[in-house]
Structures are given as structure tokens and as C-alpha cells.
């Protein structure tokens, strides 16, 4: 038998499982028909028969027996005495059936058919790995890290796939040491240089919402529905739920028996603070509820600019603001509104205050609008601070506060001056 084994090469592609069977024999004969045309001109006139249990390649070459002086194509016609030496039952006109052996094609030939064969596979397992992680998008998958890079790690999933979970897509505080098995979101499927790139995130609102179906069956069921999360990875998150049936409260059943539906998804983030609020369309009452755990005193709403205007208890102003003013910014960014926050001071208070704006001819307006934007509208709010606390919760230079300060309290101490000078006279 003439033939050629290809049980090394084929091997590898046998235990491709992704590719299917008829898949696999029809690019091995599209490999071996290329092989064909360049040695024949065509290839319409032989059968390629490939065992897909030995690696065993078979062609077979079908000619026209005509009459020895009627042979116009050699490749398509065999003359009648060549046939006759072969069988002797062949007569003009049938079809003679020749085994071709590959070894004839030469020993480059058949390298390039293999190294053919190996491109033809490994583009089936990119299409393939890039069909099924594109309909994963929004998935939680586990994979268990194989590489650690300063930029990204490199994880490995139950087929052996590469999965990247770039630094930014991890939460902060995340520390993975290699051989452990890490959980997150299928965030985009990208082709980098004609290799697929599957990028995964610990830090998109997917993956919290993903970790909230696992943990909350009602959310599952779709009796509970998640109108919308927002996240500051591994400090803070908002989730707005809503539920369809009015037996069910969304919150306590997210939240669980003493906290233990949602103490596994804290540990996940790395303790991150999950606050679950009641959904509702009054927007005053949402924005109420997204400044949680502050309580609000009132507020004016603009909707034409989009902005609001709370006034809260002096007490309650640090925690409306958060730490490095996330709540606040999560809030806004759970509302829709632009939200700036005052203290609700008795009048009699307020007398002995001034408002920053009042200070933009020796302060820059950029400035005062970083303390408005963490609760210091007024100097003695921000001089109640220290300056770490300032600069902790303010995008301000440490040099910056202290030249406010120094303004601010040559302010007081001028006008502690003027009354007592009023007072002597």
C-alpha cells in the first residue's frame, strides 16, 4: 500500500476536541487536493480518503481507458494496453483506479502539506476559542493563574486556554499567587497580530451583578431586578434593585439572613462596601437613598442643569462625602445628577462663617471648587479639617491647602481684631 502516516502530525489534531470530525477530514483533503493541483494541474479526478483512527492518508486517481492513440491528457486518460497490464477485464471507456503514492510528491512536499495542515488547525481553534468567548461576554469564568507580569496576568482555563487579566481590570488589593484559581468576568474579545485575546475584569459592575444572580436566587428567577451598579473596585459600590413582586423586599432578600447572602460577595471584592438600595423613579427619594449611610436634611433639585443642592447636618457632611469623596461620586454617578453638598447651619451659626466664593480674589476659583466638591463650600468648614484630611479627600497639593488655611484664618483673626477693637471704644 502505498501511503503515507501521519499519525505524529495527526495526533495533535485528534485531540482537538472543539474542532468537529467532518470539520477536521475536510481540511485535511483541502491540505492534500492543494498538494494535488500543484503537481497535477487539477484535482477533480482523485479521492483523498484520510483514516482518521490510524492517521493513514490514501489517494486514489481516476482515469478514462481510451484507445492508446487517443490519449489526449495523461492526467485524465490511460491507454488501453496500460490498463490491460494492470487487469486484464479493462476495456475502453472505464474508469481505472490507481493508488497514487505520496512519497512521489517529494519530501518538501509533503512537509509543507504538514506545516499547511498545522496553520489550516490552529486558525479552526482561534475562530473557534473567539466564536465561544464572544457569546461569554458577561460570564463569570474561573481560571487558575499560569503567569504573573507586572502589567497583567496570564491565566490558564479548564481547556487550557490563555485568559489576560490586565492590572487595570483588577481590584487594588487583589495579591495572586501562581496555581490559584481566580474568578472574574469575560469583559471583550479582541485579535491581536491573528491571535484571539480573551480580557477579563474584576472590576466592571458586570462582575458584580454577575456574583449577585449566583448569590440571590431571586435575582436569577428574575423576580428581583438590578436596575443599576456602579463601583469604585474594592472601596465602594451602589446596586439600585427593584422587585416585580410586592411580597419580596429587593434589599433584604440581596442583602440575606444576617448579611449572608452578601458577606461571600464582600470577601470576593476584597471587602469592598456594597450598599443595596431600593430602586424608585422619585428622584428626590433616590437621591436620598444614594448618599446612604448619610441622612439628608433637604434639598433643592434643578433638572433643567441636572444638579441638586443637599443640605445635610454638620456631622453628616464627611460621610455624604465618603472616603476621598467616593460616595458622593458613585451617588452622582447612580442619579445622573451633579450633586453639591452644604452644611444646614442655624442662622445664628452661619453669621460667623464665610462662604469660599468670597475668597476668589485671593484664591483660585479651581481651588475652591475642589473643597466644594468634598463638602468645604464655607472657610470654617475647611479649617475644621486637618490638612491630611484635606488632602486625603481633595486632588490638592499639601502646599496648596496650607496657603488656603494661612488666607483663611488671617480672615478671622482680622475681623477677632476689628471687634475688639470695637469693643474697647
Known amino acids: 500500500m502505498a501511503s503515507i502516516n501521519l499519525i505524529d502530525s495527526f495526533q495533535e489534531f485528534k485531540d482537538a476536541e472543539s474542532i468537529d470530525r467532518p470539520t477536521l477530514m475536510k481540511v485535511l483533503e483541502d491540505v492534500f487536493k492543494t498538494l494535488l493541483r500543484k503537481k497535477y494541474g487539477e484535482d477533480d479526478n482523485f479521492d483523498v480518503i484520510v483514516n482518521d483512527q490510524t492517521g493513514d492518508l490514501e489517494i486514489f486517481r481516476r482515469r478514462e481507458i481510451v484507445e492508446d492513440d487517443a490519449i489526449e491528457d495523461e492526467n485524465m486518460h490511460v491507454g488501453i494496453s496500460e490498463a490491460l497490464a494492470i487487469e486484464p477485464d479493462y476495456s475502453v471507456g472505464e474508469e481505472l483506479y490507481e493508488e497514487v503514492d505520496v512519497r512521489d510528491f517529494g519530501r518538501r512536499a509533503i512537509l509543507a502539506a504538514k506545516q499547511t495542515l498545522a496553520a489550516r488547525i490552529g486558525d479552526l481553534k482561534k475562530n473557534h476559542l473567539l466564536k465561544v468567548y464572544a457569546d461569554r461576554i458577561g460570564e463569570i469564568i474561573s481560571g487558575e493563574v499560569y503567569q504573573i507580569w507586572k502589567k497583567e496576568i ?53 462582575f458584580l451583578e454577575k456574583l449577585l444572580e449566583i448569590e440571590v436566587p431571586e435575582i436569577m428567577d428574575g ?164 490638612d491630611e484630611d484635606l488632602a486625603r479627600r481633595t486632588d490638592l497639593e499639601i502646599e496648596t491647602i496650607k496657603d488656603v488655611r494661612k488666607i483663611l484664618e488671617a480672615e478671622f483673626n482680622d475681623e477677632a481684631a476689628e471687634e475688639e477693637q470695637e469693643q474697647e471704644s
Open 154 to 206: 496570564l491565566l490558564l482555563d479548564e481547556e487550557g486556554n490563555e485568559l489576560i487579566l490586565p492590572k487595570s481590570e483588577q481590584i487594588p488589593t487583589d495579591f495572586f499567587k501562581k496555581g490559584e484559581t481566580v474568578r472574574a468576568v469575560v469583559k471583550k474579545v479582541e485579535t491581536r497580530n491573528n491571535t484571539p485575546i480573551i480580557i477579563l475584569s474584576r472590576t466592571h459592575p458586570s
Open 223 to 386: 423576580l428581583i431586578v438590578i436596575r443599576k451598579i456602579v463601583r469604585e473596585p474594592g472601596e465602594r459600590a451602589k446596586v439600585a434593585v427593584e422587585s416585580y413582586d410586592d411580597r419580596i423586599d429587593p434589599v433584604g432578600a440581596c442583602v440575606g439572613m444576617k448579611g449572608s447572602r452578601i458577606h461571600g460577595i464582600v470577601r470576593e471584592l476584597r471587602n469592598e462596601n456594597i450598599d443595596i438600595i431600593n430602586f424608585t423613579n422619585n428622584q428626590q427619594l433616590l437621591i436620598q437613598r444614594s448618599l446612604t449611610p448619610a441622612r439628608i436634611s433637604r434639598m433643592a433639585i434643578d433638572d433643567e442643569a441636572g444638579r441638586v443642592d443637599v443640605y445635610l447636618e454638620p456631622d453628616q457632611v464627611s460621610l455624604a462625602i465618603g472616603r476621598r469623596g467616593v460616595n458622593i461620586k458613585l451617588a452622582q454617578e447612580l442619579t445622573g445628577y451633579s450633586i453639591d453638598v452644604f452644611r444646614d447651619m442655624p442662622d445664628e451659626e452661619m453669621e460667623y462663617d464665610i462662604d469660599l466664593a468670597e475668597f476668589s480674589d485671593e484664591i483660585d476659583m479651581w481651588v475652591i471648587d475642589e473643597f466644594k466638591k468634598v463638602g468645604c463650600d464655607t472657610a470654617l468648614s475647611v479649617l475644621e479639617l486637618s
